[in-house]
C-alpha cells in the first residue's frame, strides 16, 4: 500500500509558483492597450484566440463587450460598457492553472514590487489586508474566524489614459494583475 501511495505522489503533476514576470508581460500586451479602446484591444487579441476561442462577445445594442482570451496558464478576461455618459474599460490577466494552492504570499509580493511601475508621477499605494469571508456558500466551510492573508495595490499614473489604474492583488496561491479606467463620453 505504502508503495502504491508513493507512486501516486511521484506521478502526480508538481505545482508550479506564481509566475509573476510573466503576468506583468501579458498585462502589457492586452491589458495596455485595452485601456486604449477596443480598436486597439482587437490589434492584439486577435479572432479567434490562440485556443480557437471566439474573444469578444456582445449585448445586441453593442453597449456591453466583453472578451476572453488567453496563453498558457493565464487568462486574459475584461471589457468595455458604454454608458450615455461614460464608457467602462477594464483587463485582468490572471494565472488559473499549475499555481501551489497555498505558496507564500510574501514572496510574490516582493516580485510584484520589484516589478511594478515607479518613477515620477506614479503612485502606489495598498499592502497586507486580513479578510474574514462571511459563512455562506462554499465558505461555510472555512473554520469560523479564519483571516485570509492577501495583498491588494492600487498604480496611478503608470498608464495611459490618465484615468486609467493598475491593481495588483495577490493572495496564497492567487495572483492578478487588473486595470480599470473610467471614460468621460
Same mark, same amino acid.
Given at each position: ?27 502589457d ?5 485595452a ?41 486574459v ?6 454608458g ?23 514572496p510574490?509580493?516582493?516580485?510584484f ?15 497586507k489586508?486580513? !479578510?474574514?469571508?462571511? $459563512? =455562506?456558500?462554499?465558505?461555510? &466551510?472555512i #473554520?469560523?474566524?479564519? +483571516? ?11 498608464? !495611459?489614459?490618465?484615468? $486609467? =489604474?493598475?491593481?495588483?492583488? &495577490?493572495? #496564497?496561491?492567487?495572483? +492578478?494583475?487588473n ?7
Amino acid at each position: 500500500m505504502r508503495a502504491v501511495v508513493l507512486l501516486l505522489l511521484t506521478a502526480a503533476p508538481a505545482s508550479a509558483a506564481v509566475d509573476v514576470p510573466r503576468a506583468f508581460e501579458l498585462f502589457d500586451a492586452y491589458c495596455r492597450p485595452a485601456m486604449q479602446g477596443i480598436e486597439a484591444l482587437r490589434e492584439v487579441a486577435k479572432v479567434p484566440g490562440p485556443n480557437g476561442e471566439q474573444v469578444f462577445a456582445q449585448t445586441e445594442d453593442g453597449s456591453w463587450i466583453t472578451y476572453h482570451t488567453g496563453e498558457g496558464d493565464f487568462l486574459v478576461t475584461g471589457g468595455y460598457r458604454y454608458g450615455a455618459q461614460s464608457e467602462m474599460r477594464d483587463c485582468m490577466v490572471q494565472q488559473v492553472g499549475g499555481i501551489a494552492g497555498q505558496e507564500p504570499v510574501e514572496p510574490v509580493e516582493a516580485e510584484f514590487l520589484d516589478l511594478a511601475p515607479g518613477g515620477e508621477g506614479i503612485a502606489i499605494s495598498g499592502g497586507k489586508v486580513l !479578510e474574514e469571508m462571511p $459563512a =455562506v456558500g462554499h465558505f461555510a &466551510m472555512i #473554520p469560523k474566524g479564519h +483571516r485570509n492573508d492577501r495583498r491588494e495595490y492600487v498604480i496611478e499614473g503608470a498608464m !495611459e489614459p490618465p484615468e $486609467a =489604474v493598475m491593481i495588483g492583488s &495577490m493572495g #496564497p496561491g492567487v495572483f +492578478r494583475l487588473n486595470a480599470f479606467a473610467v471614460i468621460p463620453r
